[in-house]
Nanobody, 115 residues
Framework: QVQLVESGGGLVQPGGSLRLSCAAS????????MGWYRQAPGKQRELVAT???????NYADSVKGRFTISRDNAKNTVYLQMNSLKPEDTAVYYC?????????WGQGTQVTVSS
């Protein structure tokens, strides 16, 4: 099993920055893909970014150039640096991983971009 705990969400003005963290309950060095997803009110959950154990990354078109995903295997943590935030980035952000044939999700952290 893997437990994921997100943190770092909050209220930020348009153009601002936040860094989300996702702490795993076990070593992530052997876990390949980890990712961030988000769900806005009334919308489906969507992929934001993923990162493999080799460091390869993938981003949704809507966040390319503004968001950066990274991982620190020594701290069992995945990060999402979010810059130039827009009101449309407002959502609950979830961390996800796939381990031993199962998907694991965190409880989510709210990000609100508003003036």
């Amino acid at each position: 099993q893997v437990q994921l705990v997100e943190s770092g969400g909050g209220l930020v003005q348009p153009g601002g920055s936040l860094r989300l963290s996702c702490a795993a309950s076990r070593s992530i060095s052997s876990i390949n893909a980890m990712g961030w997803y988000r769900q806005a009110p009334g919308k489906q959950r969507e992929l934001v970014a993923t990162i493999t154990s080799a460091g390869s990354t993938n981003y949704a078109d809507s966040v390319k150039g503004r968001f950066t995903i990274s991982r620190d295997n020594a701290k069992n943590t995945v990060y999402l640096q979010m810059n130039s935030l827009k009101p449309e980035d407002t959502a609950v952000y979830y961390c996800k991983t796939h381990y031993r044939l199962r998907d694991y999700w965190g409880q989510g952290t709210q990000v609100t971009v508003s003036s």
